[in-house]
C-alpha cells in the first residue's frame, strides 16, 4: 500500500480528532440545553402549583371550584402552554374545574394520588411534548381535591429543533475550517523538515561540511538537528581521516615500490655478475618484507578498529604478559646493554595477544631508542577506577609538539632514524587502536633530554591484585627513556 505524505497524514488525523471534538461538543450542549429547558418547564410547573395551592387554601371549597373559579382562571388564562384539571377525591366526584383545550382526564389514571408534587413526561395526539405535574391539595373545608397541571412544551421543542438546524449547517462549515487549520497548521510545523532534505541533497563524500542551522527549531526538531549534526561531524573526521590515510599509506608504499622499480630497472639495464644479481635480490627482499610488515599492520589495524566480537576477552595478569614479552626482547636489550625490570602486578579483562603486542610495540622502541648501559622500567600500577602499565626509560625525549601526533598513523618524530632503523610509522597507531577495542587510552609524557614514558590505561573492571606496585605516581604520569613513534 502506497504511503501518502506526512503532512497529509498529519492534517487528517487533526481534522478527524477536530471533527469527533466539535461533534462531541455539540452532543454535550444539546444534552445541557435539554436538561436546562426540562429544570425550568419543572420550575414553571412548581411555581403555577404553589399559586394554586394559596388559591385553593384562600376558602374555596368544591362547590366554589365549579360556581367562582375566577381566582384560578386568572392564574392559567394568557398562558396558552398551561393546561388546568381539578378533580374531587371521593369515588363518585367529577372533574370539578377543566381549563384549557388539552384534554387531561385520561392522564388520571397515570397517576396515584400523593401528597407530594410528581411529574410526568408525555406526548399528544399531535406529537407535542407535554410535562404535567400532579397533587392532591386540601381545600378551606378540609375536603382533599386532585390537581393536575399540564405544561406544553411545543416552544422548548422549536428551540431545540432550530439548535438541531443551525448545528447541521454549521457543522460542515466548521469542520471544512478545521481541515485547512490543520492542514496549515502541520505545514508550517513540517517547514523546517525541509531544511534536513536541502543539506542532505548536498552533502557528498566531497562535501560534508554542511549543517543545519538549530535556530529557531522546535525543541524535538532541534534535538534531531543536533544528532545530524553530529553525524555528519563524525562522517566528515571519518572521511577526512581515511582520506589523509589513503595519503599516507600511498606515500608509505610508493617509496619502497620506487626503490624496488629502480633497482630491477637498473640491474636489468645491463649484464653483471651473479653477485650483484644476489645483492640486489637481497635488498629487494628486505623492501618487500617492510611492504609486508605495512600491508599485515594495515590489516591488523582494520581487525581492531572494528572489532566483530569481545569473545576472546579473558582475565589477564599484565605482569605475567609484559614478562614473556620482555623475554621476547632479552637479546636485543642484551645487545644494547640494556636493562629490563618489572614492578607490580594487576589483572584486567581483555584479548592477551592483543595486550602482548601493545606492549611488545612500546618495549621495542624503548630498546631501540634508550643508550647503552641505561635501563628500562616497565610498571603496573592499579587505581580506583583504572589499571595502567607504563614503559618508560631515558633518552633524549621528545619534543612537546611531538606529543598530541605520536599515535597518529605513519606519524615519525624522527622520520630519518626511524626509516633506517624499519620503523613504519603505525607502531603506536596499532597501540593506540589496541587501547581503544579495550576501552582504555594509550598516554605518552616526556621531558626532552631526560626521558619519556609510555602508558597503557585499562578501565577497571575486575578485581584488581597488585604486588609490590608503588602508588605515587598517576596512570597517565610522566616516567622514562625516548621512544620514537615508530
Not at 91 to 102: D, E, F, Q
Not at 304 to 316: I, L, Q
Not at 372 to 392: C, K, M, P, W
Not at 449 to 477: E, I, M, Y
Request: glycine share 8%; hydrophobic share 45%.
Amino acid at each position: 500500500m502506497k504511503t501518502g505524505s506526512l503532512s497529509m497524514r498529519l492534517g487528517l488525523t487533526v481534522s478527524l480528532m477536530g471533527a469527533g471534538l466539535v461533534l462531541l461538543l455539540a452532543t454535550l450542549a444539546y444534552l445541557a440545553l435539554t436538561h436546562e429547558l426540562e429544570k425550568l418547564a419543572r420550575k414553571n410547573l412548581e411555581s403555577k402549583m404553589e399559586q394554586i395551592q394559596h388559591s385553593l387554601a384562600l376558602g374555596l371549597d368544591a362547590q366554589a371550584i365549579r360556581a367562582r373559579p375566577h381566582s384560578l382562571l386568572d392564574l392559567v388564562i394568557g398562558h396558552d402552554n398551561f393546561y388546568l384539571t381539578i378533580v374531587g377525591t371521593a369515588p363518585n366526584n367529577s372533574v370539578l374545574l377543566n381549563i384549557g383545550a388539552k384534554p387531561q382526564e385520561p392522564l388520571l389514571t397515570d397517576f396515584k394520588p400523593r401528597e407530594t408534587l410528581g411529574y410526568l413526561n408525555w406526548t399528544d395526539n399531535y406529537g407535542s411534548q407535554v410535562l404535567s405535574a400532579s397533587s392532591l391539595m386540601r381545600l378551606a373545608s378540609g375536603e382533599r381535591v386532585r390537581v393536575l397541571l399540564s405544561l406544553d412544551r411545543m416552544d422548548d421543542q422549536a428551540l431545540l429543533s432550530a439548535y438541531l438546524r443551525a448545528t447541521l449547517i454549521a457543522l460542515p462549515l466548521l469542520l471544512i475550517l478545521i481541515g485547512m487549520g490543520a492542514w496549515w497548521l502541520v505545514q508550517r510545523g513540517l517547514a523546517p523538515l525541509k531544511q534536513f532534505s536541502q543539506v542532505a541533497a548536498k552533502v557528498t563524500t566531497q562535501d560534508l561540511t554542511h549543517r543545519l542551522s538549530v535556530d529557531n527549531l522546535p525543541h524535538e526538531l532541534g534535538e534531531l538537528a543536533q544528532g545530524f549534526n553530529v553525524m555528519l561531524n563524525r562522517l566528515d573526521a571519518g572521511v577526512q581521516q581515511l582520506s589523509q590515510f589513503s595519503d599516507d599509506l600511498a606515500h608509505e608504499l610508493r617509496a619502497p615500490l620506487t626503490n624496488l622499480m629502480g633497482k630491477a630497472q637498473l640491474t636489468l639495464s645491463r649484464q653483471r655478475p651473479p653477485e650483484e644479481y644476489k645483492a640486489v635480490l637481497e635488498s629487494n627482499t628486505e623492501e618487500l618484507e617492510r611492504l609486508a610488515r605495512i600491508v599485515s599492520d594495515m590489516l591488523f589495524l582494520a581487525q581492531v578498529s572494528h572489532p566483530a566480537a569481545r569473545a576472546s576477552f579473558t582475565e589477564v595478569s599484565l605482569a605475567q604478559e609484559a614478562q614473556r614479552v620482555m623475554e621476547l626482547f632479552a637479546l636485543s636489550a642484551e645487545d644494547k646493554e640494556v636493562t629490563l625490570s618489572l614492578r607490580g602486578d594487576a589483572r584486567v579483562t581483555g584479548d592477551r595477544l592483543m595486550i602482548q603486542r601493545a606492549i611488545s610495540n612500546l618495549l621495542s622502541n624503548a630498546i631501540r631508542h634508550t643508550p647503552e648501559g641505561s635501563s628500562i622500567l616497565l610498571l603496573v600500577e592499579a587505581y580506583e577506577q583504572s589499571v595502567s602499565l607504563s614503559v618508560g626509560n631515558p633518552g633524549r625525549g621528545i619534543d612537546a609538539h611531538h606529543l598530541p601526533h605520536l599515535f597518529e598513523r605513519f606519524y615519525r618524530a624522527d622520520s630519518s632514524r626511524t626509516r633506517a632503523e624499519g620503523g613504519n610509522g603505525l607502531g603506536l597507531a596499532i597501540v593506540k587502536s589496541i587501547m581503544h577495542f579495550h576501552g582504555g587510552h594509550a598516554h605518552v609524557t616526556s621531558q626532552p633530554g631526560r626521558f619519556t614514558r609510555f602508558s597503557l590505561v585499562f578501565p577497571l573492571t575486575l578485581k584488581t591484585t597488585q604486588v609490590q606496585c608503588g602508588r605515587g605516581l598517576a596512570p597517565d604520569g610522566g616516567g622514562s627513556a625516548n621512544a620514537s613513534a615508530g
